[in-house]
């Protein structure tokens, strides 16, 4: 619910306020990898902390042993 709130939040400030200059916004690439990087430094289900990967490299993920 916090999440649903701070995006109201946000949503509001564009209504009253308009978008803010393009040379103020972050690009959707930087974001992207941001969080990504934030996502690889949580624990995995086994409690591992993953491996930062290097910028713009996601991991392998193979599919043929998946049940």
Same mark, same amino acid.
């Given at each position: 619910?916090?999440? %649903?709130?701070?995006?109201?939040?946000?949503?509001?400030?564009? /209504?009253?306020?308009?978008?803010? #200059?393009?040379? @103020?916004? /972050?690009?959707?690439?930087?974001?992207? @990898?941001?969080? %990504?990087?934030?996502?690889?430094?949580?624990?995995?289900?086994?409690?591992?902390?993953?491996?930062?990967? #290097?910028?713009?490299?996601? #991991?392998?993920?193979?599919?043929? =042993?998946? =049940?």
């Amino acid at each position: 619910m916090a999440v %649903l709130r701070e995006v109201a939040v946000v949503l509001e400030d564009f /209504t009253a306020n308009g978008l803010p #200059p393009v040379e @103020e916004r /972050t690009p959707r690439e930087e974001l992207r @990898e941001k969080h %990504l990087t934030r996502l690889a430094a949580q624990p995995n289900r086994n409690g591992e902390v993953n491996k930062a990967l #290097p910028a713009g490299q996601l #991991p392998r993920i193979d599919l043929s =042993t998946a =049940t």
